[in-house]
């Protein structure tokens, strides 16, 4: 079992940066990867970036693609994602979820563990 916490979000103006941490616990978290993925109330969850376990891979949706960047720390047990030139469409709770595979993927259906989220809202 792998318990994820969320941390750095907060409120910042367009074109300014956030870097978001995801910190996990459990003895095998450098075998899962993991997905970075935002909601605002009323829309579904949205795929943001993926990283593989081995740091190998990553992915990102077209909308962060240039701007957003994911990383991991598998001796820490923690993932960042270092969001930069931030635009108000990126308003929304960031999610971080892990999957007990090498490789994730961009559906949110097929993550197990899932943390409580972090504000995240960028005024224009």
């Known amino acids: 079992q792998v318990q994820l916490v969320e941390s750095g979000g907060g409120w910042v103006q367009a074109g300014g940066s956030l870097r978001l941490s995801c910190l996990a616990s459990g003895q095998t978290f450098s075998s899962y990867s993991v997905g970075w993925f935002r909601q605002v109330p009323g829309k579904e969850r949205e795929f943001v970036a993926t990283?593989?376990?081995?740091?190998?891979?990553?992915y990102y949706a077209n909308s962060v693609k240039g701007r957003f960047t994911i990383s991991r720390d598998n001796v820490k047990n923690a993932v960042n994602l270092q969001m930069n030139s931030l635009k108000p469409e990126d308003t929304a709770v960031y999610y971080c979820?892990?999957?007990?595979?090498?490789?994730?993927?961009?559906?949110?259906?097929?993550?197990?563990?899932w943390g409580q989220g972090t504000q995240v809202t960028v005024s224009s």
């Open positions: 990283i593989s376990s081995s740091s190998s891979t990553t």
């Open positions: 979820a892990a999957r007990p595979l090498g490789h994730g993927n961009v559906y949110a259906t097929s993550y197990d563990y």
